[in-house]
């Protein structure tokens, strides 16, 4: 049986279940869409680099969470500065609360969550391949003490006390501290909500599982306020549409859940809250939180600048500090679960095939064009397809090998179209266009490809 280990864990599963977490690590390298960073210099712990492809699914994920979320009368987007006052992570919580327990090992000096030690290996290249809960029963181990995980940086020239600034471990602050800016310049009522994506940084003593819990990283929140007495209603209206939106970019309905937090695993801020998990070859683990967070932000934001942040509601002649409903979803650990979802090896004529299969909205690149060979006046006809659809679409030209190739090729790079110019065009102005998950291939008029692809885009 599957051993669950806590809220920031996973389910162990199998061994064969890894080798698909390599294959997909070693595909996201070879095809460009995820390198180590500073990979040259040995690498640098928990950071990342999107290559080409994966810079193209980062922006695609971001932009249809952005399109979902601010396309809509009632939510409005910011972009607030990482750095920000000090006092704001005060107020919030972070300088004191944002801690994990660490331990450290006095002999082969490795440093461990030491709530995350089952499956947790020793440093030393003495006993490699031990797992460190020994080395803790062999009394090898510091006390756990508390460890802060903001980044921590000054501002201005002088590095004392006075200049210490972090890293944002989280966006959700920089919509707290704007709240009424935003309200007063969109003249939103309540119930209204700001969104914001960008990066965030948090110094994770144990980085692990690819892109699942990283140094650097990036967040999609919002914050939705309402009327105290309507949180309960907008909580689950919020829960329902995020569930919603995974699936509406074609995830696997079976491998999402909601995972409701009990109550001794409710953040200090949090009256309600719920994960949507994804099952990762490596267990079920978070991709977004829904929080109920009650007024306590905008309180504590109170308490510590001194400004008012209540909220006047004119109809009723009252004011009051809202409700927050909030929708947390990593962007890199959404990435993750796109990039691992799509994946699908299959036999096609005797051969293996492997298949990211990206809803088209997703896909980093949307069309192949390929000239069936390079003679009797097809590379150019497929030059101009190429710099029609360039003007509206992430394309990708090809010439060289048998189309059967050429086809693998975009596969593994999740690419749904692929449109080849052949001896028929010649005659009628026709190409073929091979859908990549069926593989069943149609005719389409040269002139209507661009009105293809935004058709088959849109739905
Ligand atoms: N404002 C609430 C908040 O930050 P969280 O559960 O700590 O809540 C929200 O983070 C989301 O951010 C998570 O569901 C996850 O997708 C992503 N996330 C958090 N820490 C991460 C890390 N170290 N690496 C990658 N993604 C992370």
Redesign the pocket.
């Known amino acids: 049986m599957p051993k669950f280990l806590g809220k920031r864990n996973f389910i162990i599963t199998q061994k064969n279940k890894n080798d698909v977490l390599d294959k997909i690590v070693s595909l996201a390298k070879r095809r460009g869409f995820v390198f180590q960073s500073s990979e040259i210099y040995g690498g640098l712990n928990?950071c990342w680099d999107y290559g080409p492809l994966g810079v193209e699914l980062l922006k695609n994920i971001k932009n249809e969470w952005w399109k979902t979320m601010t396309y809509r009368e009632d939510v409005e987007g910011i972009d607030a500065s990482i750095l920000m006052h000090p006092r704001v992570w005060e107020a919030s919580g972070h300088v004191e609360n944002f801690t994990d327990p660490m331990v450290d090992c006095k002999e082969c000096k490795a440093r461990f969550r030491a709530d995350q030690l089952e499956d947790a290996m020793c440093g030393s290249k003495a006993y490699k391949g031990r797992k460190a809960i020994k080395c803790k029963e062999e009394g090898k181990f510091t006390e756990a003490r508390q460890f802060n995980l903001m980044f921590k940086s000054f501002i201005g020239p002088v590095e004392d006390s006075g200049a210490v600034v972090y890293l944002r471990?989280?966006?959700?602050q920089g919509i707290f501290v704007n709240f009424l800016n935003v309200q007063g310049a969109s003249r939103q009522k309540i119930p209204f909500g700001i969104a914001q994506l960008g990066k965030?940084f948090?110094n994770?003593i144990n980085?692990k599982n690819f892109?699942?819990?990283?140094?650097e990283?990036e967040?999609m929140?919002m914050q939705f306020f309402v009327k105290p007495k309507d949180d309960e209603k907008w909580f689950e209206y919020w829960r329902d549409e995020r569930l919603e939106w995974f699936k509406s970019l074609g995830m696997n309905t079976e491998k999402l859940r909601l995972q409701p937090h009990g109550e001794t695993e409710l953040?200090h801020y949090a009256k309600e809250a719920v994960?949507i998990e994804y099952e990762f070859p490596f267990g079920w683990g978070?991709?977004?939180?829904i929080?109920n967070r009650t007024d306590f932000d905008l309180k504590k934001h109170e308490e510590f600048s001194g400004k008012s942040l209540k909220y006047f509601d004119e109809a009723a002649k009252e004011k009051f500090i809202p409700f927050i409903i909030?929708t947390?979803?990593?962007a890199?650990?959404?990435f993750m679960a796109f990039l691992i979802d799509a994946y699908n090896e299959e036999e096609v004529k005797g051969e293996k095939r492997a298949v990211l299969k990206f809803h088209p909205k997703l896909a980093p690149v949307k069309a192949a064009i390929f000239p069936l060979v390079n003679k009797d006046g097809m590379p150019e006809i497929a030059r101009k397809i190429e710099t029609d659809l360039r003007k509206n679409f992430r394309v990708f030209y090809d010439d060289k090998g048998a189309v059967g190739r050429r086809y693998r090729r975009q596969d593994e790079a999740g690419t749904p179209f692929c449109i080849t110019v052949d001896t028929q065009t010649l005659e009628d102005k026709t190409v073929t266009v091979r859908e990549r998950d069926s593989m069943e291939q149609e005719r389409v008029v040269v002139d209507k490809l661009s009105f293809y692809l935004l058709n088959k885009l849109i739905t």
Request: proline share 3%; aromatic share 6%.
């Open positions: 928990g471990p989280e966006t959700a965030a948090r994770e980085t892109l699942f819990r990283t140094r990283f967040q929140e953040a994960d978070e991709i977004e939180g929080h909030e947390s979803a990593g890199s650990r959404s």
